[in-house]
């Protein structure tokens, strides 16, 4: 169980960026989209036997030709202002009840992580994914950050568009980064390497779909390129976004008119996520109640698309 | 993690082959083939592979009204040719299972080929022959094997438990097969004996075994018996086993009816 490095390039103190798949795939689309931006190149990979199953074969004429397992890659390009490693992860590792990581596997792969960090003398580590808000899908969501010292509080409240998981704008001082996401940054915390988990707004009534949320990762972005010093255009991933604006208010209205559900609770339920263009910016009058009994719904609106068999050989 | 394999006594093996049989698998075809193969060899237990890591201890599974413990024990017998491997599959840590496997085949048994068996799930009419599918890790094992009419498999999709074995037995340089011999649908639980005779015999002409089939062939003829009378009783169940074995497959709802009929028939007599 190791790090295949491919190559070994010399980089002058590059940033780790490192996303795996979430909520709303927010931070692979960043992470992804940047390294196709940057046009980064492949660095190496995690071996994935103990981390993973194979997700699949490929035999032809009575041969295996390959056992395919998720990718969980480096990739490291020059920049002007600094260099830059990326890793981008397929899934996280779990004990197959969790889709996000837990426990020592998780451990160990956040650890293989920093043995990279720490042989290029990464000065500091990016996570990113996805806040879970009262934003409404037609905002533009905010980016949430959680350092993991105190010495980035400053940098980080000059962030545009960027809150801390600190108070203010309603924002709660407590709370947890599920998976990775918040593992890597802690166990960076222990070796002493600065990191800062960046995570961009998803609306919670689209937290149960299976659909990317380009805008989240878009905000994500925006506070990655100002860091680098880096211009990215962003247009192609907001052009994405638009097309889901209309998908999911597309969502909505078929939710509105669905006649299994009771017509008051779906005036309830349009009505709750309405009023969040509105009450966003001082985090509304939504109440706790409210949320679960939408959620309630929304999850089994979702869960009517899934399913289907699995063969295999 | 140390003690994951125990060694109960040092067998005298010369390069043999590792059948793999899983006891869980669908037709019952794994308990079958491994009784007719360790019966042949008079086979004994000489070493397992310790369950914790590998499956969920937290009580024990009851079927058929009896407790059942996982289990992964290798047998050998008056056949320093041949080895077998008798296991539930894990359902926990399959890299470390299959590695402790591999280590046993490749430095304790310094085993030559790896066989595994499992079912693959047919639209085939149980009075049907049965085709022999297999997947090869090394193109010159296909080559040696060439005249046991296999009909190689071509798959793209999720991997099976089988196939990630004999991947990492590649790695390894160990030459390795799993065959999948076709079982009729609507056996797959209650057992298909014809489908294991299938799979004894190809072992039986390679190995230069002498297994006993009779008390196989009584089962074949039994459950033959049993499966006309149900299509003489049966005018819908008859058509559409009559459809399978014109080759023609059966939809959705027709599978389900032939299966269900065939379940509570043979459970009932």
């Known amino acids: ?313 | 993690m140390k003690h994951a394999v125990n060694l109960f006594s040092s067998p005298d093996f010369d390069n043999p082959v590792l059948i793999v049989n899983w006891a869980d698998d669908t037709g019952h075809l794994g308990q079958t083939v491994f009784d007719h193969l360790n019966s042949s060899i008079n086979g004994s237990n000489f070493g397992d592979i310790e369950p914790v890591n590998f499956f969920r201890l937290g009580g024990v599974q009851v079927s058929g009204a009896v407790a059942r413990f996982p289990f992964s024990k290798l047998y050998s017998g008056n056949r320093k040719d041949l080895a077998l491997f008798f296991t539930n599959t894990p359902q926990l840590e399959h890299y470390e299972f299959l590695s402790h496997l591999l280590d046993t085949c490749q430095y304790f048994l310094k085993a030559k080929e790896i066989f595994t068996i499992n079912s693959s799930t047919s639209q085939v009419a149980h009075t049907s022959s049965r085709r022999l599918l297999a997947v090869f890790n090394q193109p010159d094992l296909q080559r040696k094997l060439r005249g046991y009419q296999f009909e190689n498999l071509d798959w793209e999709g999720s991997p099976a438990f089988d196939s990630y074995l004999i991947w990492l037995g590649k790695k390894r340089n160990i030459p390795a097969v799993s065959l999948w011999p076709e079982v009729a649908f609507y056996l797959s639980s209650t057992g298909d004996p014809r489908a294991a005779k299938t799979v004894l015999s190809f072992f039986n002409r390679y190995l230069d075994l002498e297994i006993d089939f009779s008390g196989l062939d009584r089962q074949i003829e039994e459950r033959d018996k049993k499966l006309a009378s149900l299509r003489k009783e049966n005018a819908q169940i008859d058509n559409f086993i009559r459809t399978l074995e014109m080759d023609i497959g059966l939809n959705e709802n027709e599978q389900m009816t032939l299966a269900k009929t065939v379940d509570d028939y043979l459970n009932q007599n």
């Open chain 1, 1 to 313: 169980m190791g790090i295949k490095l491919y190559s070994e390039p010399v980089l002058e103190k590059p940033e780790l960026i490192c996303s795996w798949p979430g909520i709303g795939r927010i931070g692979v689309l960043a992470v992804d989209y940047l390294r196709r931006s940057i046009s980064a190149k492949e660095l190496g990979e995690i071996e994935p036997w103990d981390f993973f199953e194979p997700n699949k074969v490929i035999i032809k004429n009575g041969l295996i030709e390959q056992i395919v397992f998720p990718e969980n890659k480096f990739y490291y390009q020059k920049l002007n202002d600094r260099d830059v490693i990326l890793f981008i992860g397929e899934e996280q590792p779990s004990d197959g009840t969790n889709p996000y990581a837990s426990g020592e596997k998780a451990y160990k792969m956040a650890n293989l992580i920093l043995d990279v960090a720490e042989k290029y003398n990464c000065p500091r580590i990016y996570t990113s994914g996805a806040a879970v808000t009262q934003v409404h899908h037609t905002q533009k969501p905010k980016v949430w950050a959680v350092p993991n010292n105190d010495g980035l509080l400053g940098e980080v409240k000059k962030y545009e568009n960027t809150v801390l998981m600190s108070g203010g704008e309603g924002a709660s001082a407590q709370g947890s980064i599920t998976g990775l996401n918040g593992l890597l940054i802690g166990a960076a915390q222990k070796r002493g390497i600065d990191a800062l988990c960046l995570m961009g707004e998803v609306p919670y009534y689209l937290q149960a779909s299976p659909w990317p949320y380009p805008k989240g990762a878009a905000s994500v972005l925006e506070v990655l390129a100002a860091n680098l010093g880096i211009t990215i255009d962003t247009i192609p991933l907001l052009e994405m976004a638009k097309k889901m604006d209309e998908a999911i208010d597309k969502f909505l209205d078929q939710l509105h008119n669905e006649e299994s559900v009771p017509v008051e609770l779906r005036n309830n339920i349009k009505e709750a996520i309405d009023k969040l263009k509105e009450t966003h910016k001082s985090k509304g009058p939504i109440t706790d109640e409210d949320q679960k009994r939408i959620m309630e719904h929304l999850d089994d609106f979702f869960k009517r698309g899934e399913g289907g068999d699995e063969t295999r050989s």
